[in-house]
T-cell receptor
Framework: GAGVSQSPSNKVTEKGKDVELRCDPISGHTALYWYRQSLGQGLEFLIYFQGNSAPDKSGLPSDRFSAERTGGSVSTLTIQRTQQEDSAVYLC??????????FGSGTRLTVV | GIQVEQSPPDLILQEGANSTLRCNFSDSVNNLQWFHQNPWGQLINLFYIPSGTKQNGRLSATTVATERYSLLYISSSQTTDSGVYFCALRNTPLVFGKGTRLSVIA
């Protein structure tokens, strides 16, 4: 596609439920990144995929967070047993190489 | 890990004024980028500038890698420049500063 697409744009969930967030990167971009942005804060790195290499999971805050990227394209970020502190905007970006990051519009997650 | 510090944290400008945003970093730079996040949350890549100076319209950026800082200049600011400006560096993944929140008032 022309840009990075994320869905849903907004998600409200009850504490303890699981959620899945989707990212559809720019076609041909080999790298895909997930970041989290809490209200008024900077971007916190979560996970990074590059081609067929093992993902860099060093930013995942707990084992409740996981992500996969199927066929080198679409990625899903899963948060199990959501907590209120998980409330944030989850941003996905893709790039071809180290430069030229393109971000999606994000998914605003609210855990009530 | 690498530290990225941005200043000022907040800035209010009258439309038409100029401003300079600063990014200091603690490690050698092999990739530095500036982003603008508009009030609706969309992040736009402004510059890829590991060294030297680049200009794009009213915006320009300079990185002095040996002294570990980068500057973003905004000239003749407009209300549409409002938002948060982030610098970020390192290759994979990018490490972001906390940003400078800019409000341009008419």
């Amino acid at each position: 596609g022309a840009g990075v697409s994320q869905s849903p744009s907004n998600k409200v969930t009850e504490k303890g439920k699981d959620v899945e967030l989707r990212c559809d990167p720019i076609s041909g971009h080999t790298a895909l990144y997930w970041y989290r942005q809490s209200l008024g804060q900077g971007l916190e790195f979560l996970i990074y995929f590059q081609g067929n290499s093992a993902p860099d999971k060093s930013g995942l805050p707990s084992d409740r967070f996981s992500a996969e990227r199927t066929g080198g394209s679409v990625s899903t970020l899963t948060i199990q047993r959501t907590q209120q502190e998980d409330s944030a905007v989850y941003l996905c970006a893709s790039s071809l190489g180290a430069r030229g990051y393109t971000f999606g519009s994000g998914t605003r997650l609210t855990v009530v | 890990g690498i530290q990225v510090e941005q200043s000022p944290p907040d800035l209010i400008l009258q439309e038409g004024a100029n401003s300079t945003l600063r990014c200091n970093f603690s490690d050698s730079v092999n990739n530095l980028q500036w982003f603008h996040q508009n009030p609706w949350g969309q992040l736009i890549n402004l510059f890829y500038i590991p060294s030297g100076t680049k200009q794009n319209g009213r915006l320009s950026a300079t990185t002095v890698a040996t002294e570990r800082y980068s500057l973003l200049y905004i000239s003749s600011s407009q209300t549409t420049d409002s938002g948060v400006y982030f610098c970020a560096l390192r290759n994979t993944p990018l490490v972001f500063g906390k940003g400078t929140r800019l409000s341009v008032i008419a």
